[in-house]
């Protein structure tokens, strides 16, 4: 099913937006009415969005999430200070579970509604979840994103989930190889 997508703009935090990343909350509205029209959402327990330069490791985040199947909840990725227990959202992994896309399918407009110029699919979706009472959970330690302030990307930890951002496609190869020795 093509869609035409409008065109996005990259923001400037504190100028124009809550971030210095593409201002893409209208894709992402799009992308998500045509993820649940497929139907294909509800064959599985979790949907995962990822940004292309993420190295994703499915089988460890199935670990991870095997507590959550059955219940509507999203994942945080960022911890701001060391006892950060909810975490934000930064957009290299995003994970909802079935019952999550599902309270957003009968709450969409609510979220489609909120203030959302000037912000980063990221920070709306965490704002809409929030909004439509879908509980996060934080996999901050099981995720390198080098954009959250308190990481440090060590693609030799073979516990990761998910390592953001690798560029080049040699460095996303040396990074998967470096994480899964016994894959």
């Known amino acids: 099913m093509q869609k035409k997508l409008p065109k996005t703009e990259k923001g400037m935090y504190g100028v ?3 971030t210095s990343s593409w201002l893409n909350v209208p894709i992402f509205l799009i992308c998500w009415d045509v993820v649940i029209a497929s139907n294909k ?3 599985n327990d979790f949907t995962v969005k990822l940004d292309p330069d993420t190295v994703f490791f499915p089988g ?3 670990y ?3 507590e959550h199947k059955g219940k509507p909840i999203y994942t945080t990725d960022c911890r701001y200070w060391g006892g950060d227990e909810v975490g934000n959202l930064f957009g290299s992994i995003e ?3 079935k019952q999550a896309v599902g309270a957003y399918k009968g709450k969409r ?4 509604d909120l203030d959302w110029q000037g912000w980063g699919e990221d920070y709306w979706l965490q704002h809409c979840m929030d909004a ?3 509980g996060g959970v934080i996999i901050a330690d099981w995720v390198t994103d080098q954009t959250c302030p308190l990481v440090t990307a060590d693609c030799s930890d073979s516990n ?3 390592v953001h951002p690798k560029k080049d496609a040699g460095e996303w190869w040396e990074c998967w190889k470096q994480s899964s020795p016994e894959e």
């Open 16 to 18: 124009n937006a809550m």
């Open 132 to 134: 439509i009472g879908v």
């Open 41 to 43: 959402v509800w064959e």
């Open 109 to 112: 407009q609510m979220c489609k």
């Open 160 to 162: 990761l989930i998910a």
């Open 60 to 62: 460890r985040l199935g």
């Open 95 to 97: 994970v909802l579970s």
């Open 64 to 66: 991870h999430m095997k």
